[in-house]
């Protein structure tokens, strides 16, 4: 069984089946942006669909929610991404090529792929580049000092240059679910403990983008922001972590490609108690374990940020609508019980709550999918390249043959694609060998093919082939959609 080993495999299977294209390539493209062609979008849908599913859906203790990207600027003063995001990076004086200093210090191929690092941190890292090569260039030790590289996309809201200001595209969608926690609370009957989740793009200026949609600019994050009572909180980290991680392993990600790891203290987020990656093993130079999502816990800290945000808005005002140089105004003593705090009836009294965030990337998470569903085999000769999805992931779930192209055969075939089309996601084919048309679906990870030939006027069955075996049965049409209910229990 071979695999997938290089990332431009990877790349050129989803650019010749239509499930990823670089970003304006007609105009030689946009660094870091990726298009999803027809099976892409499906697939990346699907994966979607399935994280909604499993956190809104079917729990009655989540709720759904989708924010504009474009916030109030003191979202992100309070949130600290106006001061902390940022990655530190030294530019080399040869050939003024900027990069991380984390992903330089080490050395290793594998650090090019790790998440932003605090700041203090990495300048620890920095202390010694003497000996350090420039990736680009190669020369030795020729940097400059290290600076600070916001990561926050910056433009202006407003007509007027007058009366315009600054506003951020968000980097994450979590604070559009802290700001509308009140919002929540008062137009739902939700009670601690209970979850906001939401789907959404978001933006980071990353300084490090070379692995395909593994890192880019713009990209796209399924988060829950699950509050809980103080003192519960370890209990509820523990809960998501196993539940977030059966959720990849349910979806078919090999264990052997997936685990769980815990953050040492010192990479630790400000902001965070404690944290768990799920990390894949992507095929990067000889197998990199990276992230695939993060679930951390973040306390109180977010709601307090905000309620400190909210008693702000006057300064920011008074201060032209900019946020140079204001700080956030402090906490107010009794911010327990502030206008972001929660009544628990059964305690009688409000606390601010903690928040369990488990936050995935659904571009991340696709490219995961993809690279472990890939898999080439020998039959009778030839290559047989496929991917074996799990079928709530296939972007496309039957596809409909009929045999050849003469005997009525199509128009039956057309009668049956559209008598599943209602239910599934279908595609209609009549060009070609039919055993061409089976490897092309077995490339785009379909499930099942139906093919409709002589047999089927006599005795109304068609042949249904199945991906994975190659396995073909024989089904009577009025039983085809109990037949694949039951086979993909969707
Ligand atoms: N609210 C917490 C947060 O945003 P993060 O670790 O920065 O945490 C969460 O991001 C997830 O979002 C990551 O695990 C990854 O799957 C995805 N992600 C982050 N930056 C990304 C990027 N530049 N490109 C693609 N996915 C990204």
Redesign the pocket.
Known sequence: MAKITKLEDIVSLCKRRGFIFQSSEIYGGLASCYDYGPLGVELKNNVRKAWWKSIVQTREDVVGLDCSILMHPLVWKSSGHVDEFADLVVECRACNTRTRVDHLATGEAAAEHT??VALDAAAAAARDLSETACPNCGRKGDFTEPMPFKLMFETRMGANVEDSMVVYLR????QGIFANFANVLATTRVKIPFGIAQIGK?F?N?VT?KAF?????E?E?A?LEFFVKPGTDEAWWRTWKQLRYNWYADLGIKKENLRLREHADDELAHYAKACV?IEYKFPFGSGDWQ????I?NRTDYDLRQHQRGMRTVNRWIENDRDLAGIELASEAEDYESGPLSYFDESEKKRYIPYVI?P???I???TLAFLVDAYDEEQVRGETRNLLRFHPDLAPVKVAVFPLVRKDGMPEKARAVYDSLKRHFTCFYDEKGAVGRRYRRQDEAGTPFCITIDGQTDRDDTVTVRERDSMEQVRVTTERLLEYFRDRMEV
């Open positions: 998440e932003h980097p994450e969608t979590a978001s980071r990353e983008t949609i593994f890192r880019t600019r990209f994050q988060e990656d992230e695939l999502e993060g951390a965030e936050s995935a990337g571009d991340r998470s």
